[in-house]
């Protein structure tokens, strides 16, 4: 996207200074920017490197590990705010082979909005500092729902370009998400 914008600005530039010699005038650049078509990785990366790592935070919360410090509440916001931009950016395809397929299915942009309303939801709480763990953990249920939901109707048994999750349960071994 940026490497785009960069070159529609480019040669915007040169085409202005080519016509009249007028020196490029930032207003105009903006109306030139690309519409984001694609994306530089794939949805399979973007699932374990964006999405699946955030989610963590948001459900250890809701199992009652909660952050100690304003860091660890920067950490949980910054979760959120993946969710809520994660599921857009789940709307439109990247690099993997069958990611042109997928995002142009309706269903798709309807698990992938979905997402995006589970973060807005989720936003509040952590903003608000939220330690109500029962608020939390329906919050962590609706977005099980959301990936498992998906997941049945999408997900290959193992993901096309092999990019594959490592567990970070760290609570499955009784370590908090925040030391
Ligand atoms: C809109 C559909 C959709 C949603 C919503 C979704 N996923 Fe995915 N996810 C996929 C697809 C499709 C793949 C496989 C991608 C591939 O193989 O190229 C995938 C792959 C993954 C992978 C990597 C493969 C693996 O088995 O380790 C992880 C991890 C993952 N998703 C976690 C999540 C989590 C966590 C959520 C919810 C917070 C979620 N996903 C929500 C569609 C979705």
């Not at 509040?124 to 249920?141: H, K, M, N, Y």
Request: charged share 20%; glycine share 8%; with cysteine.
């Amino acid at each position: 996207m940026r490497i785009q914008t960069a070159i529609g600005a480019g040669l915007l530039s040169l085409a202005l200074a080519s016509c009249n010699n007028a020196p490029a005038d930032e207003g105009t650049t903006e109306a030139a920017a690309p519409a984001l078509t694609e994306l530089p990785v794939s949805i399979n990366a973007t699932m374990v490197g964006l999405i699946d790592n955030s989610a963590d935070y948001i459900w250890t919360v809701g199992n009652g590990d909660m952050p100690k410090n304003e860091l660890d509440w920067d950490l949980v916001r910054s979760a959120t705010y993946d969710m809520i931009l994660g599921g857009q950016v789940m709307k439109v395809p990247g690099t993997g082979e069958f990611d042109h397929q997928w995002t142009a299915e309706e269903n798709w942009q309807e698990w992938a909005d979905q997402l995006t309303l589970i973060g807005q939801d989720a936003l509040p709480l952590a903003e608000a500092q939220s330690t109500d763990v029962e608020a939390w953990r329906a919050i962590g249920d609706r977005l099980i729902e959301n990936c498992e939901g998906c997941h049945n109707a999408f997900k290959p048994e193992l993901p096309s370009e092999g990019i594959l999750h490592r567990s970070t349960e760290r609570e499955s071994r009784g370590i908090s998400m925040f030391d």
